[in-house]
């Protein structure tokens, strides 16, 4: 287990490095103003579709019932043409209607700035095709235990964004959104290739054409029936986050400009230690409890648990003490630069912090969940889910008022917390209070201590250095 969760991380890593040196590269040419707003807006859209129905939704629906089919390779087949249907249909509606997708993001937005961002819109949704691809082939490989190829392929979308900055960063701010939107396509159909390279590797390349070759002649209905009794809670359950994070930007766009950047480089910065700590232990777990599950071996889907509920804790909390202590001396490295000025960075600042507070119980709430759904409980899962998202909404509109965009990160991150205890009642806090009552608590207290003091007197040394 250990070792697919290292190479998880090791991979999520570069490809998060490489983001981080993207985002630093975009901070410098673009800044957080009116055409960055627009580029990451019209990039929001494939983001929120690719992470609902591509991501967690479709993995955490696919692999249980992956586990337990028994013509595996037709029923694979029988999935991917279904989605891959639906969503080339949603990507050409997109195409034909940007404007009325753009408006669906930025509610409070002029027709001029719609008529500027609904090009660019209808651009990066084609993104989200070649995505679900990477996605279905990175499940395959995560059932075989490969997951570097799925965690590392980001450094493409990366390199490609990064060479359009490059190439473009003396041309117009027009000129350069749009570049960087074509190079998001790019990146997506080397991740694509990379993927498919991996598959042959694999020896899975095989099973996809045997799928292809005898879809007609096997009867796998009643399968592709019960992955659908899963796929439809677990959308919902793993779309409320991606929704919270739409509406926020949507509400963003009621604020000052530069609203919806701050929001996007402080959730760069927190996406960081969730993808390489929670994201990468709970995908590299999942495989090995939804298994021990099916084979009714609870006793060693109950140690993993266990395992990863400690490292989880004890990493993430580290990172939460070092992102808020150390919130304005990060983003004034990472950001602070050409058009980012440094009341962007106190903005920026402002903003992760209220995000850190969230990232114990968001990363928490994760792995509760994927106990959940092992089990096959996916509609109490999106119950939670929806709870946690009429809180974070109710939240959202009570402090974006008085705090800008740091009162909504602070509204998701209750938001969080309301999942994560609710998802705890559900797996039993019997459960939880076992995972609690050991060393490693008295341990996890004098660490945060200790690094509690450590961080905040070096948070008061670099502001007296670089102010």
């Known amino acids: 287990?250990?070792?697919?969760?290292?190479?998880?991380?090791?991979?999520?890593?570069?490809?998060?490095?490489?983001?981080?040196?993207?985002?630093?590269?975009?901070?410098?040419?673009?800044?957080?103003?009116?055409?960055?707003?627009?580029?990451?807006?019209?990039?929001?859209?494939?983001?929120?579709?690719?992470?609902?129905?591509?991501?967690?939704?479709?993995?955490?629906?696919?692999?249980?019932?992956?586990?337990?089919?028994?013509?595996?390779?037709?029923?694979?087949?029988?999935?991917?043409?279904?989605?891959?249907?639906?969503?080339?249909?949603?990507?050409?509606?997109?195409?034909?209607?940007?404007?009325?997708?753009?408006?669906?993001?930025?509610?409070?937005?002029?027709?001029?700035?719609?008529?500027?961002?609904?090009?660019?819109?209808?651009?990066?949704?084609?993104?989200?095709?070649?995505?679900?691809?990477?996605?279905?082939?990175?499940?395959?490989?995560?059932?075989?235990?490969?997951?570097?190829?799925?965690?590392?392929?980001?450094?493409?979308?990366?390199?490609?964004?990064?060479t359009a900055l490059l190439l473009f960063s003396h041309s117009d701010p027009k000129t350069i959104v749009y570049a960087l939107s074509f190079s998001i396509l790019i990146g997506g159909l080397l991740q694509v290739l990379t993927h498919l390279y991996s598959i042959r590797k694999q020896g899975l390349l095989k099973l996809?054409?045997?799928?292809?070759?005898?879809?007609?002649?096997?009867?796998?209905?009643?399968?592709?029936?019960?992955?659908?009794?899963?796929?439809?809670?677990?959308?919902?359950?793993?779309?409320?986050a991606q929704v919270a994070s739409f509406i926020d930007t949507s509400l963003a766009s009621f604020?000052?400009?530069?609203?919806?950047?701050?929001?996007?480089?402080?959730?760069r910065i927190f996406q960081l230690p969730f993808a390489i700590i929670a994201l990468a232990i709970t995908t590299a777990l999942f495989p090995s409890i939804a298994k021990?599950?099916?084979?009714?071996?609870?006793?060693?889907?109950?140690?993993?648990?266990?395992?990863?509920?400690?490292?989880?804790?004890?990493?993430?909390?580290?990172?939460?003490?070092?992102?808020?202590?150390?919130?304005?001396?990060?983003?004034?490295?990472?950001?602070?630069?050409?058009?980012?000025?440094?009341?962007?960075t106190h903005n920026t600042a402002d903003v992760l912090m209220m995000y850190m507070v969230g990232l114990v119980p968001f990363g928490l709430a994760k792995l509760f969940s994927l106990y959940l759904y092992a089990m096959h409980k996916h509609i109490k899962a999106a119950k939670i889910a929806g709870a946690s998202l009429i809180v974070n909404v109710i939240c959202s509109l009570f402090l974006m008022k008085p705090m800008g965009a740091a009162?909504?990160?602070?509204?998701?991150?209750?938001?969080?917390?309301?999942?994560l205890i609710l998802t705890a009642r559900e797996i039993g806090f019997g459960i939880v209070w076992n995972l609690l009552k050991t060393k490693y608590s008295f341990y996890f207290i004098l660490g945060v201590g200790i690094f509690g003091v450590l961080f905040y007197t070096l948070n008061h040394f670099l502001l007296n250095l670089i102010r």
């Open 407 to 419: 009162g909504l990160a602070l509204a998701g991150s209750i938001g969080g917390a309301v999942q």
């Open 292 to 344: 021990a599950i099916k084979n009714d071996n609870h006793a060693l889907a109950y140690r993993n648990l266990y395992k990863s509920f400690w490292l989880l804790s004890a990493l993430l909390g580290v990172s939460v003490l070092g992102g808020v202590l150390l919130s304005e001396p990060i983003i004034w490295l990472l950001f602070e630069r050409g058009n980012f000025t440094i009341q962007d």
């Open 255 to 267: 604020l000052a400009a530069g609203s919806v950047s701050y929001l996007f480089y402080a959730n």
């Open 1 to 162: 287990m250990f070792k697919s969760i290292f190479s998880n991380s090791f991979g999520i890593l570069i490809s998060r490095v490489s983001g981080l040196a993207r985002d630093i590269l975009m901070t410098s040419v673009l800044g957080a103003n009116l055409w960055s707003d627009i580029f990451l807006m019209a990039f929001k859209f494939p983001n929120l579709f690719r992470r609902i129905f591509a991501e967690g939704s479709f993995t955490q629906s696919f692999m249980p019932s992956y586990i337990a089919s028994r013509q595996k390779s037709v029923f694979a087949v029988a999935i991917f043409i279904r989605f891959m249907a639906f969503i080339v249909a949603l990507s050409f509606l997109v195409t034909l209607f940007p404007q009325f997708s753009t408006k669906l993001l930025a509610w409070d937005w002029n027709a001029d700035l719609i008529a500027k961002t609904a090009p660019l819109t209808m651009i990066n949704f084609w993104y989200l095709d070649l995505i679900f691809i990477v996605t279905f082939l990175g499940t395959l490989l995560q059932h075989k235990e490969h997951f570097f190829t799925t965690a590392f392929s980001t450094v493409w979308l990366n390199i490609a964004m990064v």
């Open 208 to 240: 996809l054409i045997g799928g292809w070759k005898y879809r007609k002649t096997k009867d796998v209905k009643e399968e592709e029936r019960k992955f659908g009794t899963l796929f439809f809670p677990s959308l919902l359950g793993n779309s409320t």
